[in-house]
T-cell receptor, first 117, second 113 residues
Framework: GAVVSQHPSWVICKSGTSVKIECRSL??????MFWYRQFPKQSLMLMAT?????????EQGVEKDKFLINHASLTLSTLTVTSAHPEDSSFYIC?????????????FGSGTRLTVV | GENVEQHPSTLSVQEGDSAVIKCTYS??????FPWYKQELGKRPQLIIDIRSNVGEKKDQRIAVTLNKTAKHFSLHITETQPEDSAVYFC????????????FGRGTSLIVHP
């Protein structure tokens, strides 16, 4: 149980274009999902908390107009990196909590390796 | 907010040796402490967790200890194997419904055969 699917697993895009990453909870409903960014050999940095049916909550220093988050249903959250630049290249990971499992249900997606050229 | 410090950043051991990774946290309200293992290019996987009402938890070769007074917790891996090589993250969370863990910086464990 508590499976989170993330797509795509990797993407290469040109500078100035936008990229959408999907995060789906496959066997549970997630009112809250989380988006992390991870640089090589570094920790998971929380970018934003995605709330179903309402606006995302962004961490300090994260540009909400650049990293658009939409959580339109209880099983899907999307992160769109707009006008991507090479410095946006990173590993993006989503996670979700299965409330029926309490805190133990915090599961990560498989991650998306974004490379902006 | 919560601040989690993790040491060492890199740990190199010989196969069969034990490995210990230590974390400290700042918020005494934190009461849930998970550990995640992340292999290169893959998602972090929960390997063990501990709640503040216990001091130690064991699962085969993996154990976690918690000292609430000192606000530190540790991951112990015995009889290490090459497949244990990965990055390990500790985390701490505040009590209540809004569970968002704060992660340590990670420890790269290398087990030499």
């Amino acid at each position: 149980g508590a499976v989170v699917s993330q797509h795509p697993s990797w993407v290469i895009c040109k500078s100035g274009t936008s990229v959408k990453i999907e995060c789906r909870s496959l066997d549970f409903q997630a009112t809250t999902m989380f988006w992390y960014r991870q640089f090589p050999k570094q920790s998971l940095m929380l970018m934003a908390t995605s709330n179903e049916g309402s606006k995302a909550t962004y961490e300090q220093g994260v540009e909400k107009d650049k990293f658009l988050i939409n959580h339109a249903s209880l099983t899907l959250s999307t992160l769109t990196v707009t006008s991507a630049h090479p410095e946006d290249s990173s590993f993006y990971i989503c996670s979700a909590r299965d409330n029926s499992r309490g805190r133990e249900g915090y599961t990560f997606g498989s991650g998306t390796r974004l490379t902006v050229v | 907010g919560e601040n989690v410090e993790q040491h060492p950043s890199t740990l190199s051991v010989q196969e069969g040796d034990s490995a210990v990774i230590k974390c400290t946290y700042s918020d005494s309200a934190s009461n849930y402490f998970p550990w995640y293992k992340q292999e290169l290019g893959k998602r972090p996987q929960l390997i063990i967790d501990i709640r503040s009402n216990v001091g130690e938890k064991k699962d085969q070769r993996i154990a976690v200890t918690l000292n609430k007074t000192a606000k530190h917790f540790s991951l112990h891996i015995t009889e290490t194997q090459p497949e244990d090589s990965a990055v390990y993250f500790c985390a701490a969370s505040l009590s209540g419904g809004s569970y968002i863990p704060t992660f340590g910086r990670g420890t790269s464990l290398i087990v030499h055969p």
